[in-house]
């Protein structure tokens, strides 16, 4: 059985999990099996979110666009096997935007990422386009 968007989004709105930050949520494995601190950050890059907004406060399609993001990133990232090149990931399929990039520009509006701690662990974030 393959996972849905729909039923990701669904488990969002769930009342166990609608009113958590998504810093700590998605390192929840009781919300979502897999997920680690690097695939939080690009997650809610690549949604524009900030780890402290929860999904209670979000739009229909900022839902959506999650609960996509949720699914896909993951799965790219395992179907490339993490791979890399010398290149800081440049030449990859699947290559960080935020995670261990604190100091360089985003690639998305031009700010400087930067590196803080949420749910005790290192959070990389733009603050241009995560809101």
């Not at 979110?49 to 839902?63: C, F, M, N, T, V």
């Not at 005790?120 to 974030?125: A, D, K, L, M, T």
Request: proline share 2%; aromatic share 10%.
């Amino acid at each position: 059985m393959t996972l849905t968007a729909e039923q990701v989004k669904a488990r969002l709105l769930s009342a166990k999990f609608r009113n958590r930050q998504f810093s700590g949520l998605l390192l929840d494995q009781a919300f979502l099996a897999g997920l680690g601190n690097y695939l939080r950050v690009e997650i809610l890059w690549q949604v524009g979110l900030s780890g402290k907004r929860k999904a209670a406060e979000l739009s229909d399609s900022q839902l959506d666009a999650l609960a996509h993001a949720l699914l896909d990133i993951p799965r790219l990232s395992y179907r490339t096997r993490g791979l890399v090149d010398d290149n800081k990931h440049h030449g990859a399929l699947f290559r960080f935007k935020v995670f261990h990039r604190d100091g360089e520009r985003c690639e998305r509006c031009g700010r400087i990422i930067e590196k803080t701690t949420l749910s005790s662990r290192p959070f990389y974030w733009c603050p241009g386009c995560q809101h």
